[in-house]
């Protein structure tokens, strides 16, 4: 009969060896150390490119109160006056900005000065302090 084989015949266990699991394991270790790295360059320089694209979003809103209010805020109002309205800001039509005055990618406040009649945004960097290389670097507006 085909059901009356023996349970030791044909039958053979199923799994990994610790030998295969240790390979396996040293490749992934391999890999992780190789890769990992270039990944976290790549997240630093995300959040970079994050804070020029918000310090380019909060330049529009900028111009967009400008517009309806015939001047940009002055620095003591800084970029507050894009969600609620100064008091001497005549024709103010916002708030100029969803969900209020976004922080940098690091959590700081970026910081908003006018002089001379032009704009200054800026964010320190990872760093929070002026100057620096790399995630460190200033990231500031065109102007």
Request: aromatic fraction near 6%.
């Amino acid at each position: 009969m085909l059901f009356n084989r023996r349970p030791s015949e044909g039958r053979r266990a199923k799994g990994f060896t610790l030998i295969e699991l240790l390979v396996v394991l040293a490749i992934l270790t391999l890999l992780a150390g190789l890769v990992g790295p270039k990944v976290l360059n790549q997240l630093g320089g995300a959040k970079s490119k994050t804070a020029g694209v918000q310090i380019a979003d909060l330049e529009k809103s900028l111009e967009l109160f400008k517009l309806d209010v015939g001047r940009f805020p002055s620095t003591e109002e800084g970029l507050d006056a894009l969600v609620t309205k100064p008091a001497s800001a005549n024709g103010w039509n916002g708030p100029y900005l969803k969900g209020g005055v976004p922080s940098d990618p690091w959590g700081k406040p970026y910081k908003y000065a006018l002089s001379g009649g032009n704009v200054e945004l800026l964010s320190y960097g990872a760093d929070g302090a002026a100057g620096g290389d790399g995630e460190n670097a200033d990231i500031k507006n065109a102007k």
